[in-house]
């Protein structure tokens, strides 16, 4: 508190001209130290992950090379820094296909130089700073094989939940239904089927049409899958509960026997879709009372059953879900 009085104190300016002076000099090496630092030579370690991709169709990568490589450079403080703060180390992808012309007979193994992809990665994403010391693999080993492709089952894993009153109108839809799998024999007979990636959906109360990952069944390597990528679509739609009065139908009436039904009609309520509500008619829907039963009967009611309704509808009950019969003679 003493030094900041004297530094504001109008007596005191000689005081003020040595601090000034003092902070000028720490400003200025300072700087010099953080330039003579950050402008030597470093080695460092950089990570890069690598995706591979360009396999031939009538070829399948068996064999899962390094999937990281580990490239020893030697930079400036400042490079690094700048590394280090506005470059994003993304995935490489090593194009397998470039390759191709190494190959010979039916199956074979590629070895690639891994300065070869270091210089690759330095060149398209310019994000290597300095001077590449070393890397390690010193080599990528790919072994190709001749494949074979069989069609299989998409499976979609979804779960889903919906807004009071809103329902699925149709089934949940996958598109493509089925996926090529390439690969060796061998490996194509232990798969049956391939899923999407899990997709969960909670209080739907809109449509839904969206792209999913189709999941590769053998993330180790040795499959391929085509095409790598699905639409899921489910149709949501509000519903509202109606109901509607329909006369009953006797059947497997015994004969020479007449029955005489109290009521005649019962009303069924169902769940539908608001743009059908204006479709619903008395005639879509079936209502059964089963005569043949009237020997197992103990009372005197009998079920009712509906047999027939609209596809898009939702039957929720049946008032009265029995009704009286008597016997005429």
Known sequence: MNTFKRLISPDDSNYRYKTTVFLICLVISSSIWFLTKFASQYPVEIRYSLKFSGVPEDRVLVNQSDSVLRINVKASGFALLKHQYFNKTRPFEVNVGQFIGLLKGESADVTVDSDLIARQIKETQGGIPGTIEYVFPDALVFRL????FKEVPLIPDVSYTLMKQYFAYDSLMVEPSTVRIFGISEDLSKINYVKTAPLKLDNLSESVDRAVE???PRQAGGIRVEPTSARITLQVEKFTEAGIEVPIQPVNLPSGMRVKLFPEKVTVYYMV?????????????N?????????EQTGQRISVEVTNSPSYVKLQRVAPSDVEFIILK
């Open 287 to 295: 209502c059964k009372v089963n005569l043949s039963k009237l020997k």
């Open 214 to 216: 189709i999941l590769n």
């Open 273 to 285: 879709a608001l743009k059908d509500f204006k479709r619903i008619d008395p005639e879509m829907f």
């Open 145 to 148: 094989d001749r494949g074979n």
